[in-house]
């Protein structure tokens, strides 16, 4: 059974960092494309970024330069590095797994359960 955790959220001030991750399990981590998405409220999920399992990365235009993307096959985790936060990055954020070694925004991915990240002063 695929299962996504995500952990490492909460509420920082606006400039603030955090980093997120994802304990995977249930699958061969290494040989999947990975993601994290994002939902404000009132709206759908976004796909924020993403990385191939030859880890070559991809973010959307709303975070590039800010967020980092990245994964550990040896700990089945993978990893969003969120600095210079603005109060639009308030959202809850998702981890996914992507069905094949690459992932483009619109094919299928499997979300995880989410956690919150607020930015506010």
């Known amino acids: 059974e695929v299962q996504l955790v995500e952990s490492g959220g909460g509420l920082v001030q606006p400039g603030g960092s955090l980093r997120l991750s994802c304990a995977a399990s249930?699958?061969?981590?290494?040989?999947?494309?990975m993601s994290w998405g994002r939902q404000a409220p009132g709206k759908g999920v976004e796909w924020v970024s993403y990385i191939n399992a030859d880890d070559s990365t991809y973010y959307s235009n709303s975070v590039k330069g800010r967020f980092t993307i990245s994964r550990d096959n040896a700990k089945n985790t993978l990893y969003l590095q969120l600095n210079s936060l603005k109060t639009e990055d308030t959202a809850m954020y998702y981890c996914g797994k992507a069905r094949d070694v690459g992932w483009r925004p619109g094919d299928y991915i499997a979300w995880g359960q989410g956690i919150q990240v607020t930015v506010s002063s």
């Open positions: 249930g699958f061969y981590f290494s040989n999947y494309a």
